[in-house]
């Protein structure tokens, strides 16, 4: 996946219903991570808070739950600042 999301960035899609899957490729590896979410704006807000980094922002407006989305994002990374 190459452009605009990037390789280090957490692509989130709608499984069904509630499910969410995140993929993203770090340093070559291939991470997945499946869980549960209210909707997509908060499955990202789920996301970056259990494994930080980044995520695809776009859209964060037309839903109710965006804001968080965007004051998440925002935030810097802790884990990153540390190493």
């Avoid at 499984?15 to 991470?31: F, H, I, N, P, W």
């Avoid at 991570?33 to 995520?55: P, T, W, Y």
């Avoid at 925002?74 to 990153?80: A, H, I, K, N, Q």
Wanted: aromatic residues 8%; contains cysteine; proline residues 2%.
């Amino acid at each position: 996946m190459r452009g605009r999301l990037g390789y280090d960035k957490w692509y989130v899609v709608c499984v069904m219903g509630s499910d969410y899957m995140a993929q993203r490729t770090k340093d070559g590896k291939l991470e997945t991570v499946e869980f549960q979410s209210h909707c997509l704006a908060c499955a990202k807000v789920d996301i970056l808070a259990k494994c930080g980094g980044k995520v695809d922002l776009r859209g964060w407006h037309k839903s109710p739950c965006g804001l968080f989305l965007l004051a998440m994002a925002t935030l810097p990374d802790v884990g990153e600042e540390e190493e």
